[in-house]
T-cell receptor, first 114, second 114 residues
Framework: DVKVTQSSRYLVKRTGEKVFLECVQD?????MFWYRQDPGLGLRLIYF???????EKGDIPEGYSVSREKKERFSLILESASTNQTSMYLC?????????????FGDGTRLSIL | AQSVTQPDIHITVSEGASLELRCNYS??????LFWYVQSPGQGLQLLLK????DTLVQGIKGFEAEFKRSQSSFNLRKPSVHWSDAAEYFC????????????WGAGTKLIIKP
């Protein structure tokens, strides 16, 4: 089974802090994704990565950056956290070999910015 | 514009009763369709997927879904729900042309009455 591990289940940070959310997958997947999930809005894509050192903006990249230095790890960075970034953050990975492959998700990080 | 609509924000069903969750999509290319389930405080788990072939697909936990191209729908069904099915359900659409990305519905929260 695919295992996608997010480093924290719950995180509380202060406004203006630089925040790092880490995601690791164990299946050698090429593609990785960061979403945020808010009630009534479903999942919104922040950034995704085709492969190591490659990244593309999703629908809501403002205020975020990402890093993919190793294939198994995809980090989401909040450069200067703000209260409107309080949300559930979900990481996913996917095998690129066929375009119909599903995404596999971690358990999420619930981030609160005070 | 490409979109996925889950018309019901909440659905309440008695334990043992049948269930149908609706999903309609608007998509220019041949779609790949997914249903995911999210238990409270957890990530998303793949229930089933449709790519081609038989339009009735079977998934895990006793769920099935039927792809109806003429109605642009991919409704999820279960003949008899259990209390453990209480969760949020998400429909998602992708395609060969979607650059690995999925378009997500806003989700339907399933409540089970004892």
């Amino acid at each position: 089974d695919v295992k996608v591990t997010q480093s924290s289940r719950y995180l509380v940070k202060r406004t203006g802090e630089k925040v790092f959310l880490e995601c690791v997958q164990d299946m050698d997947h090429e593609n990785m994704f960061w979403y945020r999930q808010d009630p009534g809005l479903g999942l919104r894509l922040i950034y995704f990565s085709y492969d190591v050192k490659m990244k593309e903006k999703g629908d809501i990249p403002e205020g975020y950056s990402v890093s993919r230095e190793k294939k198994e790890r995809f980090s989401l960075i909040l450069e200067s956290a703000s209260t409107n970034q309080t949300s559930m953050y979900l990481c996913a990975s996917r095998y690129q070999g066929a375009s119909n492959q599903p995404q596999h998700f971690g358990d999420g990080t619930r981030l609160s910015i005070l | 514009a490409q979109s996925v609509t889950q018309p019901d924000i909440h659905i309440t069903v008695s334990e043992g009763a049948s269930l149908e969750l609706r999903c309609n999509y608007s998509y220019g290319a041949t779609p790949y369709l997914f249903w995911y389930v999210q238990s409270p405080g957890q990530g998303l788990q793949l229930l089933l997927k449709y790519f081609s072939g038989d339009t009735l697909v079977q998934g895990i936990k006793g769920f099935e879904a039927e792809f109806k191209r003429s109605q642009s729908s991919f409704n999820l069904r279960k003949p008899s729900v259990h209390w453990s099915d209480a969760a949020e359900y998400f429909c998602a659409v992708g395609s060969m042309d979607s650059n690995y990305q999925l378009i997500w519905g806003a989700g339907t929260k399933l409540i089970i009455k004892p």
